[in-house]
C-alpha cells in the first residue's frame, strides 16, 4: 500500500436525444436583517443560470441579539414575507420540496423560541426550514466564493482570509495556497455590536469610539489566532459591503473581484456613523434594519483592513445562496476537492498539536482501505469515511496535554478546534471516535455517546473498531507496514502483509490488545499473517 443543434427533419439518419430541460431551482436565506430568495435554472452540465432575485427586511437579528427570542409581531412578518415567496414559486410552478432549500442562520438558531418560530413557518407556509449551524455557513460560504479564487491566479500563491460581517456573527475562513487552513466563527456582528452599545449608553458622538475598542479586541483574536506571516489578502463579502461598492465603484463587474481602496471605505464608513438610523434611511432609502447594521459592518471591514496594513480590499459578490444553488447544482454536498480541504484542515490542527504526522497519515491510509473493505459489513455512506479519515488523523492529539488518558484530551481538543466543513454533529462523532481509539469500550453513560441516536452510535464503534485496528499496525510508529491486504471472510478479518521489515511480533501483541472492539462490533476475528 502507498502512503496515503437543431434536428435535420430531412435527414434519414435517427435524430439525436433532446436535451433535458433545465431543472427550476429556489433557495431561500432566513438571515438576521433580511429574508433573500434566489430562483434559477440548472441544466444538465450543472450550469446555474439566475431568474429572479428577492428580498424584503425584517427584524430577526434585532429580537434575538436584545431579547434572546423572536417576537410574535417578528413571526408574523416573516410569515407574510414567505408566502409572497411561494405566491412566486407558484408562478415558477416551482413546489416539489427537492427544488427549494431553505435556510436560516445565527438569528434563528440562537433564539431561545426557535422551534416554535420554525414549526409556525411551517405550519403557514410549507417551508421546511432548515437551521444551519456556523461550520455548515463556512462551507456554504467558501463554495460560493471558490469559482472566483479559482480565477484569481495571484491568490493561489499565498494567504487570502475571506471574511463575512453578518448581523448576529463574523465569518472567518483562512486559504492557503488555495487550501483551507483555518475557519472560525467570531461573536462579532454589526446588529450584535449595535444592540451591545445600545447598553453602555454612552453619547452617540462616543459610540463609534467605543465600537472600535470592542472590534479591534475581536481583530487581534483574528490576527493571533491565524499566524499569518507576510502579505495576506483580505476577500470580503456581505451586503453591506456590497452597498459600499455600488457608493464607490461606477459600473462595477458584478461577476468579478471588485478592488476597494481602503481610503475609499474608511471615508464612507465615518460619514455613515455620523448619521443615525434614520437619517441613513432617508439619505440613503435603507430599509430599517439594514440602515442600522450598516455602520457597525463596515467598521469591522475597516478595522480588519488597517490591522493586516491593506491598501485595498477585495470584494466578492458571493452570497450565501450562491452557496445553495451552487450545492443544488452539483447534488453533493462533499465533493472531492472539499474532502480534500476538511483533511487539510485536520492537517493544520494536527500541526499545532505537534503531532506525528508520519504515524498520523499512516493510520489515516491504513482506516482508509479497512474502511473500503468492510463496506458490505459497516453500510456507512461515503461521507463517513472522511470522517474516519479525520478522526485517525487526530486520534493522537491528545499527547500534546499529557501522556496519561490522551484519548481523552484528543476529544476535548477535537470538539473545541476549528475543523473547516465539519457540522457540530460531524464533530462530535470525529471526536468519540478519537476516544475510543484505545482503552474503555463505549456506554450510554460517557458524556456526548449517551446523548446520540442509536444509529450515530453504532456508527461511532464502526469507525473506532476499524481506527484501533489500523493503529495496532503501526503500533510502533515506525510505518513498517506497508504492502498490506484486508481479506473479510466467513467470521474472519485476515490480514496479509508482505515485504515488511523486521519482525511483526508488536503489531500483533498490539491487534490482540485493541481487536476486541472490532471482533465485537463486525463478530470476526481478526488474524495477521506475513506473505512472501
Known amino acids: 500500500m502507498e502512503p496515503i443543434s437543431k434536428v435535420d427533419l430531412t435527414s434519414t439518419k435517427e435524430p439525436l436525444a433532446a436535451k433535458p430541460a433545465p431543472r427550476l431551482v429556489a433557495v431561500i ?67 416539489d420540496e427537492n427544488q427549494i432549500r431553505a435556510v436560516a442562520t445565527s438569528a434563528v438558531r440562537e433564539a431561545t423560541n426557535r422551534d416554535v418560530f420554525l414549526d409556525r413557518i411551517y405550519v403557514a407556509t410549507g417551508f421546511n426550514v432548515e437551521v444551519i449551524d456556523e461550520a455548515e455557513t463556512n462551507r456554504i460560504t467558501y463554495l460560493a466564493v471558490s469559482r472566483m479564487l479559482d480565477s484569481e491566479a495571484s491568490l493561489s500563491r499565498g494567504d487570502t482570509l475571506v471574511i463575512e460581517v453578518g448581523g448576529g456573527n463574523t465569518e472567518a475562513l483562512l486559504l492557503r495556497k488555495g487550501q483551507v487552513s483555518y475557519s472560525h466563527t467570531y461573536h462579532l456582528g454589526s446588529l450584535r455590536l449595535r444592540e451591545m452599545l445600545d447598553d453602555h449608553e454612552a453619547p452617540v458622538l462616543q459610540l463609534p469610539e467605543i465600537m472600535e475598542i470592542h472590534i479591534d479586541r475581536a481583530v487581534r483574536q483574528i490576527k493571533q489566532r491565524l499566524s499569518v506571516e507576510g502579505h495576506t489578502d483580505l476577500m470580503v463579502l456581505g451586503g453591506d459591503i456590497r452597498f459600499a461598492v455600488s457608493l464607490l465603484v461606477e459600473n462595477w463587474d458584478k461577476k468579478a473581484l471588485i478592488k476597494l481602496p481602503v481610503n475609499a471605505l474608511e471615508k464612507l464608513t465615518k460619514e455613515v456613523l455620523s448619521y443615525s438610523a434614520d437619517e441613513l434611511v432617508r439619505r440613503y432609502h435603507l430599509p430599517y434594519p439594514d440602515a442600522e447594521s450598516l455602520g457597525p459592518a463596515l467598521l469591522i471591514y475597516t478595522r480588519l483592513a488597517k490591522a ?39 492537517l493544520e490542527i494536527g500541526r499545532k498539536y505537534q ?24 453500510r456507512l455512506p461515503p461521507r463517513f469515511e472522511t470522517l474516519m479519515t479525520v478522526a485517525a488523523l487526530l486520534h493522537d492529539i491528545g499527547l500534546f496535554v499529557s501522556n496519561r488518558s490522551h484519548h481523552k484530551h484528543s476529544m476535548y481538543l477535537v470538539l473545541n478546534s476549528d475543523l473547516f466543513g465539519l457540522s457540530a454533529r460531524d464533530l462530535q462523532v470525529v471526536a468519540l471516535v478519537t476516544r475510543y481509539h484505545r482503552r474503555a469500550l463505549p456506554r450510554t453513560t460517557h458524556d456526548g455517546y449517551a446523548g446520540m441516536d442509536r444509529q450515530t452510535r453504532v456508527a461511532v464503534s464502526k469507525l473506532a473498531a476499524i481506527l484501533r485496528v489500523a493503529d495496532a499496525l503501526d503500533s510502533g510508529h515506525s510505518q ?49 499473517q506475513e506473505t512472501s
Not at 48 to 66: C, I, W, Y
Not at 355 to 378: C, I, P, Y
Open 308 to 346: 493586516f496594513h491593506l491598501k485595498n480590499l477585495l470584494v466578492s459578490t458571493g452570497t450565501l445562496r450562491d452557496g445553495l444553488m451552487w450545492e443544488m447544482a452539483t447534488r453533493e454536498a462533499w465533493s472531492h476537492e472539499f474532502r480534500k480541504h476538511i483533511v487539510r484542515s485536520a
Open 480 to 528: 513498517r507496514i506497508r504492502n498490506v491486504s484486508f481479506q473479510v471472510e466467513p467470521g474472519a478479518l485476515r490480514i496479509d502483509v508482505r515485504g515488511a521489515v523486521g519482525s511483526l511480533m508488536l503489531e500483533r501483541y498490539s491487534l490482540q490488545q485493541k481487536s476486541e472492539m472490532f471482533e465485537q462490533v463486525y463478530g470476526m476475528k481478526v488474524t495477521l
Open 29 to 95: 436565506d432566513i438571515g438576521s436583517t433580511s429574508i433573500r430568495m434566489g430562483i434559477a435554472e440548472i441544466d444538465s452540465a450543472g450550469t446555474v443560470r439566475p431568474l429572479e432575485s428577492l428580498q424584503q427586511a425584517v427584524s430577526l437579528g434585532k429580537d434575538t441579539f436584545t431579547k434572546g427570542a423572536i417576537e410574535p409581531t417578528t413571526t408574523d412578518e416573516c410569515v407574510g414575507v414567505l408566502r409572497s415567496f411561494r405566491e412566486v414559486l407558484h408562478q415558477y410552478n416551482i413546489a
Open 355 to 378: 503531532f506525528d504526522e508520519a504515524h498520523a497519515n499512516h493510520v489515516a491510509a491504513l482506516a482508509k482501505l479497512l474502511f473500503d473493505s468492510l463496506r458490505k459489513e459497516h
